[in-house]
């Protein structure tokens, strides 16, 4: 497969200055050659979210695009959060490539039609009601004790977030347990609940 892309790639006028079979060799080879865009895919060893996360945190300028076979949603919006700038998918014409890969120099996002309706109908769907960050509950908890209360409140298992955030279900506990410990509670839905409050205190008055 890597093969196939290089050459169509190359056939339509694109430099390949590096390639890789997983994901510590993607962020080896975008730090050292840094490319005016990454192709991951998403399923190579080592996953390749999660070289998009690392390769955007050291080169936010560098445009990332996925490509996969994969059309599941958490696929999607995991990449989209991790900072892709375009989601393609295997069976996309080759020779299309090139032009997508331009395009999102050019600043367009690089996305079958289908896969961007998903995400205008993420944008359109009732807004979750969101913890509030300038609640006292919020002011006591990190940034990813934050994030861990925030993906389980929106129903993903224990184990779901742990996969998003790269850690193990034990350090996701550790960090729930942390939380409630900061808020005197003794349950999650409790500590949504108060997260959730506009004061975010133990005890304040609700409107």
Not at 110 to 116: D, S, T
Request: charged share 25%.
């Amino acid at each position: 497969m890597r093969s196939l892309i290089r050459q169509a790639l190359e056939a339509g006028g694109c430099e390949i200055c590096g390639e890789g079979a997983s994901a510590a060799d993607a962020i080896r080879l975008a730090l050292d050659h840094r490319p005016d865009v990454v192709l991951l895919d998403i399923n190579m060893p080592g996953n390749g979210i999660h070289a998009a996360q690392e390769i955007g945190r050291s080169l936010p300028e560098t445009p990332i695009v996925m490509l996969t076979m994969s059309k599941d949603d958490d696929d999607l919006f995991d990449s989209l959060r991790a900072g892709a700038s375009g989601y393609l998918l295997k069976d996309t014409d080759p020779g299309a490539l090139p032009g997508a890969l331009r395009a999102v120099l050019a600043g367009e996002a690089a996305m079958a039609p289908e896969l961007m309706l998903r995400v205008l109908g993420e944008f359109r769907a009732p807004a979750r009601r969101r913890f509030l960050r300038r609640s006292v509950a919020a002011s006591k908890l990190s940034a990813r004790e934050w994030e861990v209360m925030e993906l389980l409140a929106e129903g993903n298992s224990t184990k779901a977030v742990a996969t998003r955030l790269f850690v193990s279900p034990t350090t996701v506990r550790v960090h729930v347990s942390a939380v409630l410990r900061k808020l005197a509670l003794t349950d999650r839905e409790s500590a949504f609940e108060l997260l959730r409050d506009e004061h975010g205190e133990r005890g304040s008055p609700r409107s």
